[in-house]
């Protein structure tokens, strides 16, 4: 029943949705307001009679008081006599300026600003009590459906809006009053007139949602909160409830509000492992569709023969690592493709067939004195005598005796340069090893022949018909050796 008294006095100030109510003002018995509708005279008048009110009188007292607070324009008021000419057509209806009250005859059936109303009321309430640290907001809230006949202002609307009332003595029923402490977030209470007495929210949630901020429990007419959120001790208003001081602070974790109170957990993208939120969405990018776990981070892992892209983590390129390598084709149409080569390599053509061929960065001049041109990429390096200068990538002479031939590396792309495969520590040994085993071999070769074939002449001394022998005891063996000798030295 209170809640159909309550309804019923609420239309008292319901217009149809195109009829807005800026500013209303109550005293006693009775309540004023304007509304902006650009509406002609019989409209106005209908306008504040579908709810039991009129037209303003002009000799109402409150007629200048309502004008201060209206917008600048000509309103509809009631001046309680017309001026008639011959035609209907040609009837006469009073408006008033708001800039100075000036009363002028309009044709009846023209459109002006607006039009002001008054209405009775019943029961109404006074001011609610607050201290002096209180600022309270009065405001008639609707929210209804009326039927109008067919070519008039509204037809079925939906009735939605707010008149805020102020400087008031009397406030008629359905009126919301908001008390707030100055500069608080919060409300501090919420109450709505009723039969003279102000109900401080929540009240029965068939009234207006019982007061409440969010919701209201049609079991318990107490107010709700969405999940996260807690009741504020106002009874209506919800605040952000444990997880406002945010107890959550590692990596990939936002605190959620459960039946077992506030927990932590993992955010979207994020999974927990070990205890903790690692970050999973780059798996959902990689191109070759694999991803791995390294030191706590994901990473996109790539197919045999590829790499991962140094300038994209998601992407894979393909290794060259000799000269000439096979281009990757993309079909575009029918009879056309477009190719793509590694960093450092240049596509071209051999034999009808696209294929990657390497850049010779060291032709370019890429480097201040040495260059090393190696697949996908090209090494600098200074002379003796020199230095690298990181900064400015320059070669600069140091102190005699301190240098040697100082590579470094200058990737062309993102394949870094290497040391080139023919220079090899190993290949320097076996040379050395080869070349004095040679000379060993040689050494005896010619130390047997020495043995066989020489003999050892004093041309000065010996007669040219006399050979010289050594002497010795002559056995058995002594003497078949010496035939023999003589045999191989004729021989020779």
């Known amino acids: 029943m209170v809640a159909t008294r309550l309804f019923c006095a609420l239309l008292l100030c319901a217009l149809q949705e195109t009829v807005l109510s800026q500013r209303g003002h109550c005293t006693g018995n009775q309540c004023f307001a304007f509304f902006q509708s650009p509406l002609d005279f019989p409209g ?55 800039s100075n009250s000036s009363v002028l005859w309009e044709p009846c059936g023209g459109s002006l600003s607006g039009f002001l109303c008054q209405y009775p009321i019943q029961e109404p309430c006074s001011e609610v009590p607050a201290g002096t640290d209180i600022q309270v907001k009065y405001t008639i809230e609707v929210d209804n459906s009326e039927t109008f006949p067919m070519g008039t202002i509204a037809e079925a609307r939906k009735v939605k809006y707010t008149i805020e009332v102020d400087n008031s003595e009397t406030f008629p029923m359905g009126t919301i009053a908001e008390a707030r402490k100055v500069g608080a977030k919060y409300l501090d209470s919420k109450y709505v007139c009723h039969s003279n007495i102000w109900t401080q929210a929540p009240w029965s949630c068939e009234v207006l949602q019982g007061g409440c901020e969010h919701n209201c429990s049609p079991t318990t007419h107490r107010c709700t909160c969405p999940v996260g959120k807690t009741l504020h001790h106002n009874n209506i208003s919800c605040e952000e409830g444990m997880c406002e001081k945010n ?14 109170g506030p927990k932590c957990m993992c955010k979207e993208g994020f999974e927990k492992e070990d ?26 892992v790539c197919k045999e023969g590829f790499l991962v892209s140094p300038l994209d983590p998601t992407r894979c390129e393909v290794i060259c690592m000799e000269r000439d390598c096979k281009a990757t084709c993309i079909r575009i149409d029918k009879d056309k493709s477009q190719c793509f080569c590694p960093d450092g390599y240049i ?36 002379f003796e005598g020199y230095s690298m200068d990181q900064e400015k990538n320059k070669c600069v002479a140091i102190d005699e005796g301190s240098g040697s031939p100082l590579p470094y590396p200058t990737p062309a792309g993102s394949h870094p340069a290497s040391v080139p495969t023919y220079i090899k520590t190993g290949s320097v040994l076996g040379i050395t090893l080869f070349m004095a085993l040679c000379a060993v071999l040689l050494f005896f070769l010619i130390r047997n022949a020495v043995k066989r074939c020489g003999k050892f002449e004093l041309s000065t001394f010996k007669h040219p018909d006399i050979d010289m022998f050594y002497l010795q005891q002559v ?3 002594t003497y078949k050796r010496l035939s023999f000798d003589k045999q191989f030295k004729n021989d020779c």
């Not at 007629?63 to 209907?88: C, H, M, N, V």
């Not at 903790?276 to 706590?296: A, L, Q, R």
């Not at 596509?347 to 370019?364: A, G, V």
């Open 44 to 98: 106005a008048e209908k306008s504040c009679k579908v709810f039991g009110g009129q037209l303003l009188s002009n000799n109402s007292k409150h007629l200048l008081k309502i004008l201060k607070a209206a917008p600048t324009g000509r309103y509809w008021f009631d001046q309680k006599k017309t001026f008639r000419s011959a035609g209907e057509a040609l009837q006469m209806c009073p408006s008033i300026s708001v």
């Open 247 to 260: 107890p959550c602070t590692r990596e990939g974790e936002q605190c959620q509000i459960t039946p077992g």
């Open 347 to 382: 596509s071209d053509m051999k034999d009808n067939n696209p294929f990657c061929t390497d850049i010779n960065e060291c032709d370019s001049g890429q480097c201040d004195q040495g260059c090393e041109n190696v697949f996908g990429g090209f090494g600098c390096f200074c």
């Open 275 to 300: 205890g903790v939120c690692v970050n999973v969405t780059i798996c959902e990018h990689c191109e070759h569709m694999d991803c791995k776990k390294f030191n706590g981070v994901y990473e996109c």
């Open 475 to 477: 056995t058995t063996e």
